[in-house]
């Protein structure tokens, strides 16, 4: 990194820590950037209770919690609960397989809890084919269940050209189940296989599918999630990305990254959570490339978005390349 030695002037604090309690899942989802990493160990109970002494302590309110799928873990419930106590705004996201653990969540409202839900296809042959799995009944249940307890559930779809003809029958079916929000996300490309390239869409065609959908849908509202990287409008003056900036990565093992995508690599290991004093954390020199942009050093100058980005997702690039200005394999096809 151009600027690993040199020191970081202080710095705010994440607006959220992204969690993951487990690495470990029910399924093989084909476009999941943790496959095969399920040897990490879980986060222990107490570890997490620790977790929320120090966001508490830091005055950090928002923990999003993703995996692997969390329920795996049979004292998330009431972990998320005590974070709830706490008055720490929680965001969850489960593949909707453990449909009968939501009853725990009786009684609390989208104000306190979040709880997203990923429908990868509108019938059991798409979404398990997709999913390597045999969830989908379980998760339309949890769907339901989630929306008779007023919890007003995200539904989530991963997009990739495998299901983009599937979307506008997910919508349909999510309004029968009375979903108000859906989340179209742009897939991530963590495989160097040619055939998983070919699949994923990069942020023009990504942000066209999405303009078109919205365009022709109604009585639902669609957002679209995707690498801050490429708006450069969302991020403050002067960042590359939201990694170490308004977000930073815990693993289960308590390691922080600067996102989640950055796992991988120990050279982006920044501390540990429980051991290591969380400033030294936060300041660390290995931040400074996220938190100074001069300007975007993508190769693919042609792109309409190229005014809007700087540059594509870096941990992208160092995938594939080693090199965090390598220009994001999605929008490669664009040369």
Request: with cysteine.
């Given at each position: 990194m151009s600027k690993r030695g040199k020191a970081i002037k202080p710095f705010p604090l994440p607006q959220y820590i992204q969690l993951y309690p487990t690495l470990r899942c029910n399924q093989r989802?084909?476009?999941?950037?943790?496959?095969?990493a399920s040897t990490v160990r879980d986060l222990a109970p107490q570890e997490a209770m620790n977790l929320l002494d120090i966001l508490c302590d830091l005055g950090i309110r928002d923990l999003d919690i993703m995996g692997g799928e969390p329920f795996l873990l049979p004292w998330m419930p009431s972990f998320l609960h005590a974070a709830i106590k706490e008055n720490i705004m929680v965001n969850v996201s489960t593949n909707g397989s453990f449909?009968?653990?939501?009853?725990?969540?009786r009684g609390l409202g989208p104000d306190r809890i979040t709880i997203g839900v990923s429908l990868e296809g509108s019938t059991p042959e798409n979404h398990n084919g997709l999913t390597h799995s045999d969830n989908y009944e379980k998760a339309i249940i949890s769907i339901r269940t989630l929306v008779s307890l007023g919890l007003d559930p995200i539904v989530k779809t991963v997009i990739s050209r495998h299901n983009m003809h599937d979307i506008p029958t997910i919508?349909?079916?999510?309004?029968?189940?009375?979903?108000?929000?859906?989340?179209?996300?742009?897939?991530?490309?963590?495989?160097?296989?040619?055939?998983?390239?070919?699949?994923?869409?990069?942020?023009v065609e990504f942000t066209k599918f999405y303009a078109d959908t919205t365009a022709r849908s109604t009585g639902i509202n669609?957002?679209?999630?995707?690498?801050?990287?490429?708006?450069?409008?969302?991020?403050?003056?002067?960042?590359?990305?939201?990694?170490?900036?308004?977000?930073?990565?815990?693993?289960?093992?308590?390691?922080a990254y600067p996102c989640n995508l950055f796992h991988h690599f120990p050279e982006f290991f920044l501390g540990n959570i429980f051991t290591d004093d969380f400033t030294d954390i936060w300041m660390s020199p290995k931040l400074a490339y996220f938190r100074c942009f001069d300007r975007n050093r993508c190769q693919v100058t042609g792109c309409s978005n190229f005014?809007?980005?700087?540059?594509?997702?870096?941990?992208h690039g160092y995938f594939h390349s080693l090199d965090l200005n390598s220009t994001d394999r999605r929008c490669s096809s664009l040369s």
């Open positions: 989802c084909s476009f999941c950037f943790n496959d095969g449909p009968d653990v939501l009853e725990e969540f919508i349909d079916l999510l309004k029968k189940l009375g979903v108000t929000r859906y989340y179209l996300i742009q897939m991530d490309l963590f495989s160097k296989a040619l055939r998983a390239g070919k699949i994923a869409p990069g942020f669609i957002h679209k999630v995707n690498a801050s990287c490429f708006e450069k409008h969302t991020l403050p003056e002067g960042i590359r990305c939201a990694g170490g900036v308004r977000k930073l990565c815990i693993m289960p093992d308590g390691s005014g809007s980005c700087t540059g594509g997702c870096p941990a």
